[in-house]
């Protein structure tokens, strides 16, 4: 099973900016949807932003729109999820995603590939 392999997270002041990384090691996901999933202990991972195959179209939750980018550069395989202006509630586990179907999607049953994740706690 391909693992997608997450970095960059630590720890960040409030009001601060992040920038975490998602690399996919012996494959190739530039077809393929991307997206991250933040998870804080005892809840389900939640959405915040995709990106489709191409990397033309993104998709965000409302929570972060305005503050998060996520891009992708398909010479390096790898997804980026830029996060400004910082909050103590965007701690959490962020977890990367690919998807085999076509498309851009927020449900995170569209995605089968997954990364183990990278912390990220911003403290107030």
């Known amino acids: 099973q391909v693992r997608l392999v997450e970095s960059g997270g630590g720890l960040v002041q409030a009001g601060g900016p992040l920038g975490l990384s998602c690399a996919a090691p012996?494959?190739?996901?530039?077809?393929?949807?991307m997206a991250w999933f933040p998870q804080v202990p005892g809840k389900e991972r939640e959405f915040v932003a995709a990106?489709?195959?191409?990397?033309?179209?993104?998709y965000y939750a409302d929570s972060v729109k305005d503050r998060f980018i996520i891009s992708r550069e398909h010479a390096k395989n790898t997804v980026y999820l830029q996060m400004n202006s910082l909050k103590p509630e965007d701690t959490a586990v962020y977890h990367c995603?690919?998807?085999?179907?076509?498309?851009?999607?927020?449900?995170?049953?569209?995605?089968?590939?997954w990364g183990q994740g990278t912390q990220v706690t911003v403290s107030s």
């Open positions: 995603a690919a998807s085999t179907d076509a498309g851009i999607y927020a449900n995170k049953y569209r995605y089968s590939y």
């Open positions: 012996g494959r190739t996901f530039n077809s393929n949807p």
């Open positions: 990106i489709n195959g191409k990397g033309g179209s993104t």
